[in-house]
């Protein structure tokens, strides 16, 4: 198995730019995390789906930020608009029902300058 | 609520030193404890997991033991190598919560030979 495919795997951009990240699950997993990683807040649970249908999207910092989950192969974060502070790694996990463990893909590094 | 807790790094060992990361957690009921493993450039690994009080966890000689009178996790090995150089994380999956990751802030480990 490839293991969670995400792209790209950095990304420069300027501010007031739309940012846009995917991931591709591992085939089978109905469970679908985005994270983002920085030094100062450490690893932080933007949203996660399961079935792809939002179940908490309580860690999305603000309407700047959304994703979309239109099947079972495929997610999208997007950030629309791009602020400087939105600089970090953004990582997809995914995880299959009855298990409690987390697959991560390699993440992507986000630079708004 | 859910938190936890890792103690600071960076953690500098020579090669087969002991090593011990404490983590300790907050959380209500009762969640399932993992130790995951980000290697520079790469995406988090599961390193070992526990779901249940006086559960040991164990994977590539590192261990760890789910206390819950003393509400901690703490990771352990009993020699060290230059490989083992990483950061590693704690985390704690809610009960009944989809599998959702509360993450402590990581401890980097550097292994000199």
């Known amino acids: 198995d490839a293991g969670v495919i995400q792209s790209p795997r950095h990304e420069v951009t300027e501010m007031g730019q739309e940012v846009t990240l995917r991931c591709k699950p591992i085939?089978?997993?109905?469970?679908l995390f985005w994270y983002r990683q920085t030094m100062m807040r450490g690893l932080e649970l933007l949203i996660y789906f399961n079935n792809n249908v939002p179940i908490d999207d309580s860690g999305m910092p603000e309407d700047r930020f959304s994703a979309k989950m239109p099947n079972a192969s495929f997610s999208t974060l997007k950030i629309q608009p791009s602020e400087p502070r939105d600089s970090a790694v953004y990582f997809c996990a995914t995880q299959t029902g009855g298990t409690d463990t987390q697959y991560f893909g390699p993440g992507t590094r986000l630079t708004v300058l | 609520g859910n938190s936890v807790t890792q103690m600071e790094g960076p953690v500098t060992l020579s090669e087969e030193a002991f090593l011990t990361i404490n983590c300790t957690y907050t959380?209500?009921?009762?969640?399932?404890l993992f130790w995951y493993v980000q290697y520079p450039g790469e995406g988090l690994q599961l390193l070992l997991k526990?779901?249940?009080?006086?559960d040991k966890g164990s994977n590539k000689g590192f261990e760890a033991t789910y206390r819950k009178e003393t509400t901690s996790f703490h990771l352990e090995k009993g020699s060290v190598q230059v490989s083992d150089s990483a950061v590693y994380f704690c985390a704690l999956s809610p009960y009944n919560q989809g599998g959702k990751l509360i993450f402590g802030q990581g401890t980097e480990l550097s292994v000199k030979p």
């Open positions: 085939s089978g997993h109905n469970s």
């Open positions: 959380a209500t009921g009762y969640p399932s």
């Open positions: 526990a779901t249940k009080a006086d």
